[in-house]
Protein backbone atom coordinates (compact mmCIF):
# COMPACT_ATOMS: atom_id res chain seq x y z
CA UNK A 1 0.00 0.00 0.00
CA UNK A 2 1.42 3.80 -0.84
CA UNK A 3 1.70 5.86 1.41
CA UNK A 4 -0.87 8.93 0.94
CA UNK A 5 1.01 12.04 0.40
CA UNK A 6 0.05 14.28 3.38
CA UNK A 7 -0.34 17.85 1.94
CA UNK A 8 -2.08 19.45 4.60
CA UNK A 9 -0.72 21.31 7.50
CA UNK A 10 -3.49 20.63 10.93
CA UNK A 11 -2.98 22.03 14.46
CA UNK A 12 -3.55 19.24 16.88
CA UNK A 13 -5.88 20.46 19.86
CA UNK A 14 -6.82 19.21 23.36
CA UNK A 15 -9.86 20.79 25.36
CA UNK A 16 -8.50 21.55 29.28
CA UNK A 17 -10.86 22.73 32.26
CA UNK A 18 -9.15 26.46 33.26
CA UNK A 19 -10.39 27.80 36.82
CA UNK A 20 -12.94 30.56 36.43
CA UNK A 21 -11.86 31.98 39.54
CA UNK A 22 -15.66 31.82 40.96
CA UNK A 23 -15.33 27.94 41.60
CA UNK A 24 -16.33 26.61 38.42
CA UNK A 25 -14.35 26.32 35.09
CA UNK A 26 -13.87 27.20 31.56
CA UNK A 27 -13.38 24.97 28.56
CA UNK A 28 -10.08 26.15 26.86
CA UNK A 29 -8.21 24.15 23.48
CA UNK A 30 -4.48 24.20 24.10
CA UNK A 31 -2.39 23.40 21.23
CA UNK A 32 -0.24 20.03 21.12
CA UNK A 33 1.35 20.65 18.19
CA UNK A 34 0.99 20.28 14.20
CA UNK A 35 0.23 16.87 12.06
CA UNK A 36 0.36 16.99 7.98
CA UNK A 37 -2.44 15.07 6.76
CA UNK A 38 -4.68 13.98 4.01
CA UNK A 39 -8.35 15.30 4.73
CA UNK A 40 -10.82 13.54 2.18
CA UNK A 41 -14.69 14.28 3.09
CA UNK A 42 -17.21 11.65 3.02
CA UNK A 43 -20.83 12.82 2.44
CA UNK A 44 -22.63 15.21 4.66
CA UNK A 45 -26.17 16.07 6.26
CA UNK A 46 -28.22 19.06 7.67
CA UNK A 47 -30.10 18.88 10.94
CA UNK A 48 -31.43 21.37 13.48
CA UNK A 49 -29.86 22.77 16.59
CA UNK A 50 -32.11 24.29 19.26
CA UNK A 51 -33.06 27.85 16.60
CA UNK A 52 -30.30 26.80 13.83
CA UNK A 53 -29.37 24.81 10.92
CA UNK A 54 -26.02 23.34 11.43
CA UNK A 55 -24.78 21.36 8.51
CA UNK A 56 -21.99 18.77 9.55
CA UNK A 57 -19.54 17.51 6.88
CA UNK A 58 -17.86 13.67 8.28
CA UNK A 59 -14.01 13.59 6.96
CA UNK A 60 -11.49 10.99 6.83
CA UNK A 61 -8.17 12.81 7.69
CA UNK A 62 -5.14 10.73 7.14
CA UNK A 63 -2.08 11.44 9.35
CA UNK A 64 1.60 9.42 9.99
CA UNK A 65 1.20 6.94 12.71
CA UNK A 66 2.64 7.50 16.68
CA UNK A 67 2.81 5.11 19.40
CA UNK A 68 -0.05 5.14 22.02
CA UNK A 69 0.51 7.39 24.62
CA UNK A 70 2.38 10.03 22.51
CA UNK A 71 1.05 13.39 22.78
CA UNK A 72 1.24 13.57 18.90
CA UNK A 73 -1.53 10.42 18.39
CA UNK A 74 -4.47 12.09 17.81
CA UNK A 75 -7.37 10.84 20.14
CA UNK A 76 -11.11 11.60 20.27
CA UNK A 77 -12.82 14.37 21.92
CA UNK A 78 -9.48 16.10 20.55
CA UNK A 79 -9.65 18.58 17.16
CA UNK A 80 -8.11 19.36 14.28
CA UNK A 81 -8.04 23.21 13.69
CA UNK A 82 -7.09 24.47 9.96
CA UNK A 83 -7.23 28.49 9.97
CA UNK A 84 -10.84 28.71 11.39
CA UNK A 85 -11.89 24.88 9.99
CA UNK A 86 -12.32 23.02 12.99
CA UNK A 87 -12.92 19.40 12.86
CA UNK A 88 -13.53 17.56 15.74
CA UNK A 89 -12.32 13.78 15.72
CA UNK A 90 -15.16 10.97 16.49
CA UNK A 91 -12.98 8.18 16.17
CA UNK A 92 -9.00 6.88 15.48
CA UNK A 93 -8.05 3.82 13.63
CA UNK A 94 -4.59 2.38 11.77
CA UNK A 95 -4.44 2.73 8.16
CA UNK A 96 -2.65 0.02 7.29
CA UNK A 97 -0.92 -2.98 8.40
CA UNK A 98 2.44 -1.34 8.30
CA UNK A 99 1.86 1.08 11.16
CA UNK A 100 2.58 3.71 9.52
CA UNK A 101 -1.06 6.02 9.01
CA UNK A 102 -3.96 6.38 11.12
CA UNK A 103 -7.27 7.39 10.33
CA UNK A 104 -9.22 9.89 12.39
CA UNK A 105 -12.80 9.85 11.39
CA UNK A 106 -13.50 13.74 12.13
CA UNK A 107 -16.74 15.95 11.73
CA UNK A 108 -16.86 19.73 10.83
CA UNK A 109 -20.37 21.54 11.71
CA UNK A 110 -21.06 24.77 10.36
CA UNK A 111 -23.58 27.21 10.98
CA UNK A 112 -25.73 27.06 7.45
Do not use: H, K
Request: proline share 7%; with cysteine.
Amino acid sequence: MAVPVLDRRLVLEEAQNVPDGAGGFTQSWVVLGSLWARIRPASGQERGVDAATVSTAPYRITVRAAPFGAPSRPRPEQRFREGARVFRILAVSDNDDGGRTLTCFAQEEVAS
